[in-house]
């Protein structure tokens, strides 16, 4: 992987990005997939920017929000989120490469990001985008939206996280049917197995994403990504690490603040 340095600190210089455009706040980073002329599939380039941006929340915490490119009604084009792995890079890797763990690596640095992930899905989310999709905390989709793993079609298998993401999210069965027969599913189907949370029309869909992000943003920072990181503890960890995770908090300035303040607001 070629190493970017686009970090200045508190702030994340995109400036030399060429796969992605990116929008940061005070508590968030909005990332767009920007390769449009090809369905944003997911390049080298691509992963090497992405982990840039994990570098930068890794080091300063903030949600994430991952989003496509927008339909164009009056232009006549499609939204998409991400068609995929790039098929021509994709072509040429061999096993050494495929050992690696390209793009599962990055999937899975992404999943595990001090705080939230937000994806915002609209149009084709498919192999390698839907891995990236699912390695996300939450998944607000639309009407349009169109997710499958159709790896088995090529002659391979989705080998980003789908083989366990998936059966953790919608359960055995379905993980199945998506997995083994290649079924792209709608943004209905999504929607009725839970695979996201919330279906929204596209013109409204980055609205949905930041106001859920809004209501993360009003939780304390430290419960929220304490909370994360507890929540994706083994189970044998399970009662041990909640006790002492709470312990911490319960030492937190914000923790006697906020329960002040709700004290204060009790007695009016």
């Known amino acids: 992987m070629t190493e970017l340095r686009n970090d200045t600190g508190t702030h994340l210089d995109a400036s030399g990005f060429a796969t992605l455009l990116v929008e940061e706040r005070e508590d968030r980073l909005a990332v767009r997939l ?91 989310t498919l192999g390698g985008g839907a891995e990236l999709a699912y390695a996300a905390d939450f998944r607000i989709g639309t009407p349009a939206l169109r997710m499958g793993n159709p790896e088995t079609s090529l002659g391979i298998m989705a080998a980003a996280g789908a083989t366990w993401r998936l059966k953790e999210l ?54 929220v990504r304490i909370s994360k990181a507890v929540f994706h503890a083994p189970r044998e960890a399970h009662p041990v690490i909640d006790t002492l995770a709470q312990g911490m908090l319960f030492e937190s300035q914000a923790k006697f603040d906020r329960m002040q303040a709700f004290l204060d607001r009790k007695k009016k």
């Open 34 to 124: 920007h390769r449009p002329e090809v369905r944003n599939a997911i390049d080298q380039a691509m992963v090497d920017e992405l982990h840039v941006v994990c570098a930068h929340l890794e080091r300063t915490p903030k949600i994430l929000l991952l989003s496509g490119t927008p339909g164009d009604p009056e232009a006549g084009t499609k939204a998409v989120f991400a068609s995929g792995a790039d098929i021509a890079q994709l072509r040429e890797r061999r096993r050494d490469d495929a050992l690696a763990g390209i793009n599962s690596g990055i999937f899975d640095r992404i999943a595990k990001l001090p705080m939230p992930v937000i994806a915002a899905l609209d149009g084709f």
């Open 170 to 223: 919608v359960g055995e069965p379905a993980a199945k049917q998506i997995l083994l027969t290649g079924k792209v599913l709608t943004g209905e189907d999504c929607l009725r197995i839970g695979l996201v949370t919330e279906l929204v029309e596209p013109g409204t869909l980055m609205d949905a994403a930041h106001a859920l992000a809004d209501t993360i943003a009003a939780q304390d920072p430290l419960a």
